[in-house]
């Protein structure tokens, strides 16, 4: 294995890994976003506040994309497992 097919590998792994995060970590920071300008405007100081409309997000994310997610994940898995006998 060559270093070349390690950072191939790595590279990948980062690419795989931000596609199948971006979408949650995208809507959890649109939905902090909204919940501190509405905190700002009305003076409500409550760190506890952010907490379930991004759990919601995040959870409404994953039951609409779970399976686009599940879809990519498997097919970089599968792509690895079948490269294994060429890295020798």
């Known amino acids: 294995m060559t270093d070349s097919v390690v950072i191939d590998i790595a590279r990948e792994a980062f690419i795989i890994s931000a596609k199948l ?11 902090g976003v909204v919940v501190s300008l509405i905190q700002a405007v009305t003076s409500i100081q409550e760190m506890t506040l952010t907490f379930v409309p991004k759990l919601v997000g995040a959870a409404l994310i994953v039951l609409l994309a779970g399976n686009w997610m599940l879809t990519e994940f498997t097919v970089y898995v599968q792509k690895l497992w079948t490269a294994i006998p060429t890295f020798a």
């Open 21 to 31: 995060a971006g979408p949650i970590l995208l809507v959890s920071l649109g939905i």
